[in-house]
């Protein structure tokens, strides 16, 4: 079984959930496009990891369940070794070559950056604030490791726009030198 299945299972520890919610839940730390989603849910129905309940109303509208087989493969692959992460970062390469590029274009990476950053920091402090307002102990439980991705989500937002501020500071430095030459 793939990674991504096993992070699917994760996913719904937490509460059942259709396929969009997954996608929307995921992309607080992996990245996976709609096709690989399903294409693996089909796969786990399949071994029976999970059930699938249709909504009356929405009949296409599946809503996945984590069965007692799936609950039991989480458990086991939770006692893996842990992979290191993967980064692909195509921001970090284009900033790598500073020193060839203009100081207009270097800030205006730095600009797009930070604006990327304080988009996904709202975002993420929204969701924060919607499990602080849960009131029943047991939804506030069972969002515990959501809360906890969100908060460091948050953390390396707020990091990664200290880092940029830094950078453009050193942006200026340097241009500044260059033209006293």
Not at 94 to 109: C, E, F, N, P
Not at 165 to 171: I, L, M, R, Y
Request: proline share 2%.
């Amino acid at each position: 079984m793939n990674t991504l299945s096993y992070i699917l299972l994760c996913m719904l520890v937490r509460k059942p959930c259709t396929g969009y919610e997954l996608k929307q839940y995921l992309a607080l730390f992996w990245e996976a496009h709609h096709s690989q989603i399903y294409t693996s849910l089909a796969k786990l129905l399949k071994d029976e990891y999970v059930s699938v309940e249709t909504d009356d109303t929405h009949t296409q509208k599946k809503i996945y369940h984590l069965t007692k087989k799936g609950e039991e493969v989480v458990n086991l692959w939770i006692q893996e070794e842990t992979k290191e992460p993967s980064q692909k970062d195509e921001f970090l390469a284009k900033i790598y070559v500073a020193s060839i590029l203009d100081k207009h274009t270097v800030k205006g990476l730095l600009f797009e950056r930070r604006q990327h950053q304080l988009k996904i920091l709202k975002q993420n402090q929204e969701k924060q604030e919607q499990i602080e307002q849960l009131s029943d102990p047991v939804e506030q439980n069972r969002n515990f490791g959501r809360f906890l991705v969100i908060q460091r989500r948050i953390r390396i937002c707020e990091e990664e726009l200290r880092w940029c501020q830094w950078a453009e500071e050193q942006v200026e430095q340097l241009f500044s030198k260059k033209l006293s030459i």
